[in-house]
């Protein structure tokens, strides 16, 4: 049978409790994000992007990370993370080097300067990540929880 004959599979309706998941769901994909950003630049004058990209460098072997693989782990477009790096660079917290496998890519370097940043941001984005997302969670499995949105990212 083509695909154009066959029938329909039968979805079932959402139950009143999943559509309330989804629609909140979609509200914290937007609303967290800005929040935490919002208090990251008030607070720190420094984006929740910056803070993020300065965080997976930190944690990159010799916290250092190709562009293309940076701008992965933040979940930007490549131009994006480049504007972001060089925004970065000219206020010393990270420099751009060749690769030393292929010579024609760029790994982006947390530089000493950046690490001191990061680690000075760090208690603002903690407890934004608290206020606006953890802190709402109280008595919740957060194991199970953990997983469930693991299976979903992947």
């Keep these: 049978m083509s695909d154009v ?19 909140a ?15 990251m630049v ?13 965080m997976h460098l930190s944690e990159a072997p010799y916290r250092r990370l190709r562009m293309s693989d940076l701008s992965v782990a933040c979940e ?7 504007r972001i790096v060089s925004r970065m660079e000219n206020q010393g917290f990270v420099r751009r080097v060749k690769c030393e496998e292929d010579g024609r890519g760029w790994n982006a370097a947390l530089t000493d300067l950046g690490l001191a940043r990061l680690q000075e941001a760090w208690p603002t984005n903690l407890a934004s990540v608290r206020r606006h997302f953890l802190d709402h969670l109280k008595g919740m499995d957060l194991k199970t929880l ?9």
Excluded: N
Aim: proline share 6%; hydrophobic share 40%.
């Design 76 to 82: 930007m477009s490549l131009s994006g993370m480049t």
């Design 25 to 39: 769901l979609s509200r914290v994909m937007y609303s967290l994000p800005r929040a935490m950003d919002a208090d």
């Design 5 to 23: 004959t066959r029938s329909p599979e039968v979805v079932e309706p959402l139950s009143p409790d999943e559509e309330t998941v989804i629609r």
């Design 42 to 54: 008030r607070e720190q004058r420094l984006s929740l992007i910056e803070y993020l990209a300065m």
């Design 146 to 154: 953990g997983a469930a949105l693991q299976r979903i990212a992947t």
